[in-house]
């Protein structure tokens, strides 16, 4: 999964700077393309790999290292289905922000028409992922229909559903990104909610592998200390980037 982010950020680069010949061109974005598309797929099956509870640890740890390190996610058809459902919220993700983005209405439309089409594959690859589920992941499972938690997390991606197709279909793109947002962070909750207390299941919880107290609240301090130092920075870096000119060049006109 790392190779894959270093690969498609290096590759957007070069493609941006580089030679803009059309190998060249060509070269740079078909490994921005693969990396694009197998980075979100590894990350959906490092995630079900550990959250369905495949990984052994203690005694009863395999020697081979296929069956240590290949076998868990690569044998289960919930963790491809996952992993299938990560790059479809993340091409649904992109696409919705495009529409905002662009400034062309071709190109505009181009992105409504691919987000509409990858919400329909994401609802898809949610209930072939919550039937696998079933079999292959039962504590995942369990945990997805457990009380009025997961009652009330399904009640609001339903309507933040609705509500990014009936946006992108009127063409309320800002409504539709707002949407996407919510939509992507309930699915986020609802995987972490089906997982407590476990962190690495179905023997280390989350509070078995906390660090020491006082360890977590110099982390905490240390948090709050660099975002105060990066959150103006960035606040500026995407000021910049929206307008076309910095500051320099501001002062200079």
Not at 34 to 48: D, M
Not at 53 to 67: H, Q, W, Y
Not at 158 to 181: D, G, K, N, Q, W
Request: some cysteine.
């Amino acid at each position: 999964m790392l190779v894959g982010i270093v690969l498609r950020g290096s590759a957007f680069t070069f493609r941006t700077y580089d030679s803009k010949d059309d190998a060249v061109q060509l070269r740079w974005g078909r490994i921005f393309s693969v990396a694009s598309v197998a980075t979100p797929v590894v990350l959906g099956l490092c995630l079900c790999t550990v959250t369905s509870g495949r990984l052994t640890f203690g005694a009863t740890l395999p020697r081979s290292f296929i069956e240590r390190y290949v076998m868990p996610w690569a044998t289960s058809s919930f963790a491809w289905s996952v992993g299938a459902l990560t790059l479809a919220l993340f091409a649904f993700i992109a696409a919705t922000y495009l529409t905002v983005e662009a400034r062309d209405d071709t190109l505009r439309n181009i992105f409504r028409r691919r987000a509409l089409q990858s919400q329909g594959a994401l609802v898809v690859l949610a209930v072939v992922t919550f039937a696998t589920a079933r079999s292959e992941a039962p504590m995942v499972f369990s945990g997805l229909t457990r009380g009025r938690v997961a009652v009330a997390m399904y009640v609001a991606t339903v309507l933040t559903v609705v509500t990014t197709v009936v946006a992108l279909r009127r063409r309320r793109h800002p409504l539709a990104r707002f949407a996407v947002i919510a939509q992507a962070s309930f699915i986020i909750w609802g995987w972490a909610w089906s997982q407590f207390p476990w962190l690495l299941p179905p023997a280390h919880t989350i509070a078995a592998l906390a660090a020491p107290r006082i360890t977590l609240k110099l982390a905490l301090a240390t948090l709050a200390i660099g975002t105060a130092i990066l959150l103006p920075s960035f606040v500026y870096l995407f000021r910049v980037f929206k307008t076309g000119e910095s500051a320099f060049e501001r002062g200079k006109r």
